[in-house]
């Protein structure tokens, strides 16, 4: 009985990365930029101005892996 929901769970698990592939492709056709990216200025500013990585997170309402990521590359 497991053998059949595993394989079903599966395929539907195929079936969203595929679809979330789809929306990524095309959202770069598009020239869109992930959210966290689009700040990336305003991160850089406000870290320049001495805000903590918490006070800027909750501002721009951004993870703290994306804060770090842009931290790192910028």
Same mark, same amino acid.
Do not use: D, K, N, W
């Given at each position: 009985m497991l053998n059949?929901? @595993?394989?079903?769970? =599966?395929?539907? !698990?195929a #079936?969203? #990365?595929?679809r979330q592939r789809e929306g990524i492709a095309k959202a770069r056709t598009e020239g869109k930029?992930?959210?966290a990216r689009r700040k990336a200025q =305003? +991160? #850089? !500013? #406000?870290?320049? =101005? @001495?805000? /903590?990585a918490n006070d800027i997170v909750k501002?721009? @309402?951004i993870s703290r *892996? /994306?804060?770090f990521r842009i +931290? *790192? =590359?910028g």
């Open positions: 059949p929901l @595993g394989s079903i769970a =599966e395929f539907e !698990r #079936l969203m #990365l595929e930029q992930p959210t =305003e +991160v #850089l !500013r #406000l870290r320049a =101005e @001495g805000q /903590s501002a721009l @309402g *892996a /994306s804060y +931290v *790192a =590359e």
